[in-house]
């Protein structure tokens, strides 16, 4: 009887029970922050647990709902980069692309599977934001790039155009003005991620380079996103493989490596953060800084290979900056010493408090880890932050820490009650949702097994490192963990739990959640 279920489940999509779950869970989670909604939405659509008819709907409403984001649209961490106090929690949120525009853009790349003339319709509505300018002392920079990967996604679906609007090109128009359109030097990655998809697509070669350009230069930013934008997302190395590609289609590379050098000649000898410049120019006194980083000398090799002499290497002298001031600025919290006093502290727990071999769960169950454990807790309890929003993320950590040393039983129990306790502040949910799901799904890991992949990964790194010591792995007590985020009944934790039994989650590597 149960297989003849299975099977007739397996045939009909989804069992009458497992979709009304999932339609249950997706009406509690619309009163919940867009984030949340969207991610959980997402999350249940990507493991096909919402029935084919309630797709489009679900997808649009959440459209509807992203610009109720906290964020406009993703930041990236700038490099140099000194994470720091709430940095790191901010950075960690950047990866779950839950601002306004991720999730317009992932909205459309989940429609494309149910009605790619939607899809298209949405996507035509999605605006780039309007970016503010950066400092020497921001820690991060705006950026666009789940944009122009869905770019690619949507004008290759040529059947979502109707016939009127192939004839008169209408993909073409829609991939040349959001090249054109280009916002700052940290998108040129995403764009160059994008063009082959374009080319394979059968999109003019011609029309892509010569919107490229343009869009290439108009790029013109200071210099803590510039910097940003050649260290982390490759820019000079990005625009001439975009030029490489375009080439080997018969688009001449001169033209953009014109523009290129133009932008990096302006941007190198403009006023440059110090801590930048550098980093780049390996000219730090402190010898772990220095870098080898051949901006000019590989864009001089690129341009000294189309011959002709069209495009002049940059002289050494043109790079130079006219001014070398500012720099990134750490923000630790306020309570940092005490905050590093107490994780110190909880980290001791894993070991016999004198050396770093870790302790077995047998060797904790003893009297003499519960006598040096109960003072850890007690401080825990009690931790407190000038700020409310630093107090969440501190003691979230500190739980989700002692968690992962407790032995299983009453004193995980205790840990995870706390975690618990802690993750139960609304105010903080509401505040930041993608900072709350950041330290969620910290917990939730250690509730998580591990995929095929995942215990490879695992394996491959014990034998590499064989003395690798790795917190955050799977818990012996991590099955309570959904338990007791359900029985705390609030919104954001009940509806996580429920989700984590719907739509589970593995772990694909030991760093994941």
């Known amino acids: 009887m149960v297989l003849r279920v299975i099977l007739f489940c397996a045939a009909a999509g989804l069992c009458a029970e497992e979709r009304n779950s999932a339609l249950e869970l997706l009406e509690r989670a619309r009163s919940a922050p867009v984030e949340i909604h969207a991610d959980v939405a997402l999350r ?67 429609l494309i599977q149910v009605n790619e003339r939607r899809a298209l319709e949405l996507f035509d509505e999605i605006a780039l934001p309007e970016y503010s300018s950066s400092r020497c002392e921001d820690n991060f920079v705006p950026w666009s790039g789940e944009y122009y990967s869905t770019l690619a996604q949507v004008v290759r679906r040529k059947t979502a155009f109707t016939r009127e609007e192939l004839t008169r090109q209408r993909p073409t128009e829609i991939v040349t003005r959001a ?65 490489a590609r375009l080439a080997e289609r018969g688009v001449p590379a001169s033209g953009t490596m014109q523009v290129l050098r133009q932008l990096l000649v ?42 002709g002499g069209e495009v002049p290497a940059i002289a050494a002298k043109e790079a130079q900056p006219e001014k070398v001031e500012g720099r990134v600025m750490a ?7 005490a905050l590093m006093q107490i994780a110190g502290e909880v980290a001791r727990l894993r070991t016999d408090g004198t050396s770093e071999r870790w302790l077995s769960a047998e ?55 706390g975690w618990v306790k802690g993750m139960s502040d609304a105010a903080a949910r509401n505040a930041d949702p993608a900072e709350w799901l950041v330290s969620l ?36 007590g991590g099955a309570e ?16 739990a429920d989700l984590e039994k719907i739509a589970p989650r593995v772990r694909s590597s030991w760093q994941s959640n």
């Open 179 to 243: 090249l054109r359109n280009l916002r700052t030097p940290v998108d040129v990655e995403a764009v160059s991620e994008a063009v082959p998809t374009l080319l394979d697509a059968g999109f003019d070669a011609t029309a892509l380079g010569s919107a490229f350009t343009s869009g290439l230069a108009n790029l013109r930013s200071g210099d803590r996103v510039f910097s940003t934008a050649l260290q982390k997302k490759h820019l000079a190395t990005a625009a001439i493989q975009t030029a």
């Open 441 to 476: 799904d910290s917990g939730m890991r250690l509730a998580r097994g591990f995929d095929a992949e995942g215990r490879r990964d695992l394996e491959r790194t014990r034998k590499n490192i064989p003395n690798i010591r790795i917190p955050g792995l799977p818990h012996p």
């Open 44 to 110: 249940l659509l990507q493991a096909q647990k919402v029935p084919a008819t309630e797709r489009l709907k679900v997808l649009e409403e959440v459209y509807g709902r992203a610009g109720e984001a906290r964020e406009a649209h993703p930041w990236v961490m700038v490099s140099p980069a000194y994470p720091s106090g709430a940095q790191e929690s901010t950075a960690a949120a950047q990866l779950l692309r839950l601002d306004g525009l991720s999730i317009r853009s992932r909205v459309v790349q989940g």
């Open 363 to 417: 060797e904790k169950a003893t009297t003499e880890w519960e006598f040096r454990a109960g003072p850890v807790f007690r401080r825990v309890e009690d931790w407190r932050a000038e700020d409310e929003r630093d107090t969440f993320r501190q003691r979230t950590m500190l739980w989700n820490a002692l968690m992962d040393a407790s032995p299983p039983g009453d004193w995980f129990r205790k840990a995870a009650r």
């Open 331 to 337: 923000r630790p919290y306020r309570n940092e010493a």
């Open 481 to 496: 963990i959904p338990e007791l985020m359900r029985e705390s009944g609030d919104l954001g934790l009940t509806i996580y």
């Open 266 to 307: 302006e941007q190198l000898s403009g006023p440059r953060c110090r801590d930048s410049y550098e980093w780049l120019s390996g000219t730090g006194k402190n010898e772990s800084w220095r870098r080898e980083f051949e901006t000019v000398q590989v864009f001089n090799r690129f341009a000294l290979s189309l011959g």
